[in-house]
């Protein structure tokens, strides 16, 4: 088992910038992968970014350029910093973690943009 916390998210303004967290409860060193995703009100879950180890990374190719994924082993941490908000960016963004066939999320975090 691998317990995933998400924070960060918050109310932003159209063209803000918002770094979201998430915390896990086995070293990020050990995760082949982790990602982010989100759900927008009415809509499917969706990619928005993974990274796998040796900081390989991988966007939907909508976001690429405004979201950057990053991890750090050292504080079991994976973060999202995102740029350049709009209110499409608008959902609960979720943290999930593939490691030895199974696939874990966090409780999701919201990010609103809106003036």
């Known amino acids: 088992q691998v317990q995933l916390v998400e924070s960060g998210g918050d109310l932003v303004q159209p063209g803000g910038s918002l770094r979201l967290s998430c915390t896990s409860s086995l070293s990020t060193f050990l995760i082949p992968v982790m990602g982010w995703y989100r759900q927008a009100p009415g809509k499917q879950r969706e990619l928005v970014a993974t990274?796998?180890?040796?900081?390989?990374?991988h966007y939907a190719d909508s976001l690429k350029g405004r979201f950057t994924i990053a991890k750090d082993n050292a504080k079991r941490m994976l973060y999202l910093q995102m740029n350049g908000l709009n209110a499409e960016d608008t959902a609960v963004y979720y943290c999930?973690?593939?490691?030895?066939?199974?696939?874990?999320w966090g409780q999701g975090t919201q990010v609103t943009v809106s003036s």
């Open positions: 990274i796998a180890t040796g900081i390989k990374t």
């Open positions: 999930n973690a593939h490691i030895a066939g199974s696939v874990f």
